[in-house]
């Protein structure tokens, strides 16, 4: 299977920035979209952020202007480049990946979530 890990999130006050980085391992034959979501206590998992195979980028509007997405697919690796944070922002960030994977002699798609990395703002 394919397995993902985010890192970068953190607590930073009010108009900072962060960077999560969610990089895929495993037998990877292909990876297509890749998303950002989060999810605040009490509230449902939202996306924020979605990068294509073609990188076409697409935000919530909660969120454009101030977020970047980004990939290296040499990496396996997205990106979010957070700025201008706010109170708001505050969740548990989420990756997600679509794609393909060696299962044995097969190509098989494949959908993996990451365990999630908590960001913080204060005000």
């Known amino acids: 299977q394919v397995q993902l890990v985010e890192s970068g999130g953190g607590s930073v006050q009010a108009g900072g920035s962060l960077r999560l980085s969610c990089q895929a391992s495993?037998?990877?034959?292909?990876?297509?979209?890749m998303r950002w979501y989060r999810q605040a206590p009490g509230k449902q998992r939202d996306m924020v952020a979605t990068?294509?195979?073609?990188?076409?980028?697409n935000y919530a509007d909660s969120v454009k202007g101030r977020f970047t997405i980004s990939r290296d697919n040499a990496r396996n690796t997205v990106y979010l480049q957070m700025n201008s944070l706010k109170p708001e922002d505050t969740a548990v960030y989420y990756c997600?990946?679509?794609?393909?994977?060696?299962?044995?002699?097969?190509?098989?798609?494949?959908?993996?979530w990451g365990p999630g990395t908590q960001v913080t703002v204060s005000s």
């Open positions: 997600n990946t679509v794609g393909n994977y060696y299962s044995g002699s097969r190509i098989t798609p494949f959908a993996s």
């Open positions: 495993g037998s990877i034959f292909s990876i297509n979209a």
């Open positions: 990068i294509t195979g073609s990188s076409i980028t």
